[in-house]
Nanobody, 114 residues
C-alpha cells in the first residue's frame, strides 16, 4: 500500500504564495504519477496539476503560469504564487500507482483572503 502525508496549507493574502508538500511512503518503487486536486465548498473536486514519472506535467488552465508542480523521488510539491481568493479550497495530494491504483492524502486547507 501507499501512504501520503501533506503539509504546507494555510491562510495567505491575495497575491501571496504558498508551497504544498506531499510525501509518499510504502510501495513507491513502481512507476506512478503524483499531483494535486482541490475542492472548494459546493464545487466538484478538480485536477489542479500533475507530474508523471518521466516529468511530464499537466496544469488546469486557471493555474498555468501561477502554479508549479515538481517532484523529488517520492515527494511532490506545488508552488503556488499570485494566489487569488478563488484558489481557496481543500487541496488533496494524489498518487496513481501503475499496479495498485489511486491513493489520496488527507487534504490541506488553502485560504486566500482578498
Amino acid at each position: 500500500q501507499v501512504q501520503l502525508a501533506e503539509s504546507g496549507g494555510g491562510l495567505v493574502q491575495a497575491g501571496g504564495s504558498l508551497r504544498l508538500s506531499c510525501a509518499a511512503s510504502g510501495r513507491t518503487s513502481s512507476s506512478y504519477t503524483m499531483g494535486w486536486y482541490r475542492q472548494a465548498p459546493g464545487k466538484q473536486r478538480e485536477l489542479v496539476a500533475s507530474i508523471s514519472n518521466g516529468g511530464s506535467t499537466y496544469y488546469e488552465e486557471s493555474v498555468k503560469v501561477r502554479f508549479i508542480v515538481s517532484r523529488d523521488n517520492a515527494k511532490t510539491y506545488l508552488q503556488m504564487s499570485s494566489l487569488k481568493p478563488e484558489d481557496t479550497a481543500l487541496y488533496y495530494c494524489f498518487l496513481d500507482h501503475s499496479r495498485l491504483g489511486r491513493y489520496w492524502g488527507q487534504g490541506t486547507q488553502v485560504t486566500v483572503s482578498s
